[in-house]
Each structure stands twice: as C-alpha cells, then as structure tokens.
C-alpha cells in the first residue's frame, strides 16, 4: 500500500474519504463551492440515515456530475475528543478494513477541522500508521492472492510536508512490525534456525552489528542448557547477537528473545491437535529482532544488544530426556522434568552469556513461554514478571500507549521454592499450579539481581484474534510496545 501526503487543490477526484462526528459534525474547514456542496449532501445523509443507533459507521455516496469528486464517504468517529494516538491509529485500522470491505483500492482522506486540540499535523500520520498495519497480509505462498489490497491512500492536507516527516517514524515501526509478522508466520520447514540468522544478517549496518554463534562456540561456552534443546534435531541451533551502541560507555539495556523454530514438545511430546502452531514458537525472538531493525532505522540515543537462542525442539535417539540433569552455562544445574519447558533452559543460558559479556542496566525477555499465561489473561494482555517496579511501571505504561497492554503477575520465593530439585539445583518444571510464575521464576534464577522483566507473549503472538489493526494470525506483539519504552527511556 503506497501513502502520499499531498497538498489541498493537488487532487480534487475520484474517492474522497471525510470524517465526522455526531456532536462536532462534518470535520471540513475549506469553503470552496465544492466544498460547501459536500457539507450539504452530508446534511442530507445525515437526515436520511435515521436515528443515530442505527447509522452505519459510513456513509456512503456518488455525487452527481457537477461535484469535483465521484464518490464520497462520510467516516464517523465516536467520542473525536478523547481520541488519543491508539485511539486514531485504530481509525486508520476501521478505514481500511472499509476499504477492503468495498473493494475500493484507492481514495484521498481529507482531514481538517477547526476544532481546536485536534493535531491536525500528526492525525493523518497516526491514521496511515494503523491503515498499514491493518494492511499486512501473509499470502506469499499463494499462488492467486484473494484478496484485492487497497493500493494507494493520498491525505490531502495543508501540513503535508510536516506529517510525510512524522509518517516516517510511524513507517519504520510499521515495517519492524511487519517483519516480526513475517517471521512467526513462516512454517518451520522455511524458517530453520539457520535461515533465521541469514534474515538477521541482511539486517547489519555499521550501525547495527550482528554476531553469531554456532554450535562450535556454543560448545566452547557451555551453553549447555540451550544445546540440550537442540539434541533431538537434525538443524543446527545458533544465537544471533544485534549490537546498536550508539554511546560510549553507556550499560546497554539487553533484550532476549526465546527463537524455538518448531517446538514439538520433545520426548514429552505435544498433543497433535494445534501442534501446528508451534511454528510461532520463536515469535519472542522476532519481536526482538523487529525491534533491533526500528533501532537502527530511529536511532534513539540508548545502548541495546538484542539476543536469541534459535532452536528447534525435535524429538529422535539423541533428544534429550525428562529426568535428565543438564549443567547450565551458569554452573547451576538443571533437572528437566518435562522436555516441553525448553525456552527457559535456551532463556537461561542467554541471560548467563547476557551477564558475563555485558553490564546490562536491565535485561527484558520476551518469549511465548506457557499456555498458563493463556489460561490466566487469553488473548487481551501478555503477562509481565519483573524484579524491578520502576522498570515493571514503565512497561505497562508503555502498553497502555501503544495498546499492547501488559498484565503483571506476582513472583516471589515460595514460588521459587517450587521449582527446587531434590537432584540437581533446580528443576525445569513446577508442577500443575502457577505455571507462568514458575516458569519466570525460573529465568529469574538466572539474571541475578539485574533489574529483569519477562513477558510471556504465548497469548498475544500467534493464533491472534483480528482487531483494528490486526488481520494477521502473527501479531507482531511487542515491536510496538518495546518501541515506545525504549523512546521514553532515550529521552529521559
Ligand atoms: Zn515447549
């Protein structure tokens, strides 16, 4: 979907799209001839629509041959005053799902008013920010594509120069989002391990700079809890490192991301029904890795390293087995109770190999890590685990701008105490109860007294619902969210 923002008198045909409000009427502040035949053909509508509980949200029309446009339809925005940004991004979702809806493929959106405190500089920016993500579609691996897409929005509006300067910021978030998307869509067969790093290779600049591990050098470390996830498969595990530094002598905020490429469980193998789903299973690494690319194309003035375990969790004569002890990069020693809790152990070593190459001011992990979170929160909020209230606060603030909202769940040593081996130092799995919690305590465990904070997101990345800005069954959960913290946190 191309997006142009081009001056009043620029285009003056074909589909227009205006906004209205039930209290503020028809937002349109020109007084041309034209102009002044369109208020009167939205009174009209207006009248005829019947009572405000039964209007559609659009109203839609073709003019006759004297108006400049062909066709024009009226958009209503409930509650215009309050809108804050997630509230127009979502607009720009409800337009164009509109547009897809009609088959319409291209339109100008006029907005202008003379209502004070509406920004009529960032509006249009905001609206083609949530048209795009509502936009995205995974459809590479069809060989006739279904659905006709909208393929050109142009706003018309006096401060174009300014909102194509602020669309920018929006359409690198957009991109990042998207690349995450394109990530956690693509089936396991495509998206091994290996592929997964020659992706985040094609993202190095000077200004981001990658790094690999193999296997060789995992060995060399003693990440051996990460390789003991990787023993049943016949794909090679990496960990991929994406350094943007732009400070001297600044501790970078580090953030990891559980990459299970496919998770089949393992000896303590998945149910087959929705088994497929696990291709997403490295949906926390691709938020991170989206993340990295918005970083290097914003260029906030914050130190971050990104970092995930690429993996796949196969099942044959060399996977690893319930009742196993595996010595962790760490030292601690790790029981493993149930081959299926496998992104902490490949968390556990990332966070160790986080701790002794870096002095991380905090350390964030994003992972879909239980299908307890999904019992707790469903699809509305991921959950959020932190040792640290100041950083815990900041998230959640962040999801409620961005409306990738966050829940946060308690942790605390009686839960730590759950996850106490008789055999070894710890043990992968805590039994039925408090899955989520057990399973962040657990990572917990390995970041010492960093300031942490873990975000199960096995309820907000795959198998989403669609929303206003959502169409995809990858998400994309996180970039955003993560974007947002991390402009806060490079301004303060
Ligand atoms: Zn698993």
Redesign the pocket.
């Known amino acids: 979907m191309k997006v142009s923002f081009i001056d009043f008198g620029a285009e003056n045909s074909g589909t227009i799209f205006l906004f209205y409000s039930e209290q503020e009427g028809l937002l349109l502040d020109q007084k041309s001839k034209n102009d002044i035949a369109i208020q009167k053909i939205f009174e009209k509508h207006i009248k005829l629509s019947g009572s405000s509980k039964y209007k559609p949200q659009a109203l839609d029309t073709f003019t006759s041959s004297n108006n400049d446009y062909d066709r024009i339809i009226f958009f209503k925005i409930r509650d215009l005053l309050k809108k804050d940004e997630n509230g127009w991004i979502n607009i720009g979702g409800q337009v164009l799902q509109y547009l897809q809806n009609n088959r319409i493929t291209e339109v100008s959106i006029r907005l202008e008013t003379t209502i004070k405190n509406i920004e009529l500089m960032t509006l249009p920016a905001r609206i083609a920010f949530g048209m795009g993500l509502k936009s995205y579609s995974f459809d590479k691996y069809k060989t006739s594509k279904a659905i006709k897409g909208v393929n050109h929005v142009k706003f018309i509006t006096h401060h174009y120069v300014t909102t194509q300067n602020i669309y920018k910021e929006y359409n690198s978030t957009l991109n990042s989002v998207n690349l995450a998307r394109d990530l956690v869509n693509e089936p396991s067969n495509i998206l091994t391990p290996f592929e997964f790093v020659s992706r985040i290779k094609n993202l190095s600049t000077p200004n981001l700079k990658i790094k690999i591990l193999d296997q060789k050098k995992m060995s060399q470390l003693a990440m051996e809890a990460l390789l003991a996830v990787s023993h049943g498969s016949r794909l090679d595990p990496y960990v991929a490192i994406m350094e943007y530094l732009p400070i001297k002598d600044q501790k970078p905020l580090l953030l990891l991301g559980k990459g299970v490429t496919f ?1 089949s ?1 393992g000896i303590s193998i998945k149910p087959s029904g929705g088994m497929d789903e696990m291709k997403g ?1 490295m949906a926390g690494a691709a938020t991170v890795v989206g993340l990295m690319k918005a970083l290097e194309e914003k260029k906030p003035n914050l130190n971050v390293i990104g970092i995930v375990g690429l993996v796949e ?1 196969m099942t044959d004569g060399n996977a690893m087995r319930p009742g196993d002890i595996i010595k962790s990069m760490s030292g601690k020693t790790i029981e493993v109770l149930n081959t ?4 902490r152990l490949v968390l556990a070593d990332l966070a160790t190999y986080s701790l002794k190459n870096y002095q991380p001011r905090a350390i964030i992990d994003l992972a879909t890590l239980t299908g307890a979170i999904l019992v707790a929160l469903g699809q509305e909020m991921a959950g959020l685990f932190a040792n640290d209230d100041n950083l815990a606060e900041q998230l959640l603030k962040s999801g409620k701008e961005t409306g990738e909202h966050l829940w946060r769940m308690p942790i605390g040593e009686k839960y730590m105490e759950m996850i106490k081996s008789k055999v070894a130092d710890i043990r992968n799995v805590g039994g039925r109860y408090a899955g989520a919690i057990t399973a962040a305590e657990f990572i917990h465990a390995f970041v010492e007294d960093v300031p942490w904070a873990h975000i199960d997101i096995a309820g907000t990345s795959i198998t989403s619902p669609k929303t206003d800005t959502n169409n995809s069954w990858a998400s994309g959960f996180g970039v955003r969210l993560l974007c947002n913290y991390i402009d806060d946190l490079s301004k303060n």
Request: net charge negative; hydrophobic share 10%.
């Open positions: 998770d469980g299973d969790n299926d809790a496998e992104g």
